[in-house]
């Protein structure tokens, strides 16, 4: 069965760091560029950072510097490191292929809150 599932996400304040984990299956997903998207309420889902297999990384403008994408592919895990967090980094986060989705993959997502 083809699956994502996201982890790792939770209530932080700002200037906190999460590490986010998307478990893969790895047959589908092990040579897929791979993303971690985010949505928030009334916003478009973005992709806010990409990796190939050989880990060449890609990141959105606004969190460049702040977050770090990487994975293991012994593993089938992709991570999101998030650090410096801001209150506009709050959304739901969630992991596909990238830069195009399949939208027969989106899993459930995990929440992200940066709040005092």
């Known amino acids: 069965q083809v699956q994502l599932v996201e982890s790792g996400g939770g209530l932080v304040q700002p200037g906190g760091s999460l590490r986010l984990s998307c478990a893969t299956s790895?047959?589908?997903?092990?040579?897929?560029?791979m993303g971690w998207y985010r949505q928030a309420p009334g916003n478009q889902r973005e992709l806010v950072a990409s990796i190939n297999f050989g880990g060449a990384a890609n990141y959105a403008d606004s969190v460049k510097g702040r977050f770090t994408i990487s994975r293991d592919n012994a593993k089938n895990t992709v991570y999101l490191q998030m650090s410096s967090l801001k209150p506009e980094d709050t959304a739901v986060y969630y992991c596909?292929?990238?830069?195009?989705?399949?939208?027969?993959?989106w899993g459930q997502g995990t929440q992200v809150t940066v709040s005092s």
């Open positions: 596909n292929t990238a830069p195009v989705f399949d939208p027969a993959f």
């Open positions: 790895g047959g589908v997903f092990r040579f897929r560029t």
